[in-house]
């Protein structure tokens, strides 16, 4: 099984900014991309940034300019640093990774999802 570990969401005013991060664990041989998307109430999850391995990163429009994605490949660690904030980014945040276990088996594993509330 892949584990997750993610934290860092909560509660933000507008033009805040928070800082999520999630840890991978368990049975992964390898992974190829960690990234992360997010799921508003009544919306399909749709994603905001992710970073393969040795590329570059690709960010949703909406949060090209004020969101950062970095990973600390050596601990299957990625992280989101979310400036800027605004009441739209409001949703669930999850963690995704692409990978393969130690079975051969490839796939793709989502976190339990961390909830960011832009509020005043």
């Known amino acids: 099984q892949v584990h997750f570990a993610e934290s860092g969401g909560g509660l933000v005013q507008p033009g805040g900014s928070l800082k999520l991060s999630c840890t991978a664990s368990g049975d992964i041989l390898s992974i190829y991309a960690m990234g992360w998307y997010r799921q508003a109430p009544g919306k399909q999850r749709e994603l905001v940034a992710s970073l393969p391995n040795n590329k570059t990163a690709d960010y949703a429009e909406f949060v090209k300019g004020r969101f950062i994605i970095s990973r600390d490949s050596a601990k299957n660690t990625v992280f989101l640093q979310m400036n800027s904030l605004k009441s739209e980014d409001t949703a669930v945040y999850y963690c995704?990774?692409?990978?393969?276990?130690?079975?051969?088996?490839?796939?793709?594993?989502w976190g339990q999802g961390t909830q960011v509330q832009v509020s005043s």
């Open positions: 995704n990774v692409v990978g393969q276990r130690s079975t051969g088996t490839y796939g793709a594993w």
